[in-house]
């Protein structure tokens, strides 16, 4: 289910990228460079938490870091002009590629035994 959630989540956020107001150059600039970061702040939150509340803290960091940008981008797309949109998009990629990093970290601690 996680995986699917994130899944969609990111392809539905490349697939409407040209629409957003930022600017699809800037907009993909700064989707690219946010994931890099996101799976270095993933694998951070994954390895650096302990053990008995890695998952759910992680897990729960990495929603709320693709929520809020989420939140933001809608505000920005309808009360705004959009100029602050490629910064919305850099903080949802941050939560998607901290999600990917995270989940395939979760899968080998689970499965590891």
């Known amino acids: 289910m ?5 899944s969609v989540n990111y392809f539905l956020l490349e697939f409407e990228l040209r629409h957003l107001k930022g600017g699809i150059y800037k907009d993909a600039a700064a989707s690219s460079s946010a994931e890099v970061c996101g799976c270095i702040i993933g694998g ?6 302990p053990s008995k509340l890695r998952i759910k803290f992680t897990l729960t960091v990495v ?6 940008g989420a939140t933001a981008v809608l505000i920005s797309e309808t009360k705004q002009d959009g100029k602050w949109t490629p910064e919305f998009v850099l903080l949802i990629n941050l939560g998607i590629g901290a999600s990917y990093v995270t989940q395939s970290g979760i899968t080998a601690l689970l499965f590891d035994q």
């Open 63 to 68: 929603y709320v870091f693709m929520l809020v």
């Open 2 to 6: 996680i995986w699917t959630i994130t």
């Open 44 to 49: 951070c939150l994954l390895y650096g938490v």
